[in-house]
């Protein structure tokens, strides 16, 4: 067995990505990081850490790995899809479906996928 430490994203501003990422999901940045770092972490609570590194390249192909979320304190997918979009994640791709299942596909603002899935208690409510 292995033990999972990180989800390691490349970043053209790991701070500010990063900075966007800890609005987006509530968790603060680091407090040892700083603008202008080359890797910044967020911490999730559960101990997996989000690691963002500066690379001097550009994101130009799809993600092969990509987070999935989904609305914390009660939030729908939709909601959160929306509260997403108003912190500048722009829609990639709608894969909603007519009787509520499916997911939708955001970018961050950096480009990278991440998907928004229904909560629990949504797909608990359909089960």
């Given at each position: ?31 040892e ?11 999730t ?21 990509h ?22 994640a722009?829609?990639?791709e709608d ?33």
């Amino acid at each position: 067995m292995i033990e999972l430490q990180a989800v390691t994203v490349d970043a053209a501003d790991p701070y500010a990505i990063a900075s966007w990422w800890s609005e987006a999901t509530g968790i603060p940045v680091d407090e040892e990081s700083k603008p202008g770092d080359e890797e910044v972490l967020i911490r999730t609570p559960g101990g997996l850490m989000l690691l963002f590194i500066r690379v001097p390249e550009g994101k130009t192909v799809k993600n092969r790995v990509h987070l999935d979320v989904n609305g914390a304190d009660g939030r729908t997918r939709d909601e959160e899809v929306e509260r997403l979009l108003g912190l500048g994640a722009t829609l990639h791709e709608d894969h909603r479906q007519a009787d509520g299942s499916g997911w939708v596909t955001l970018r961050d603002p950096e480009g990278n996928e991440f998907c928004v899935c229904r909560s629990e208690a949504e797909r608990n409510a359909t089960a």
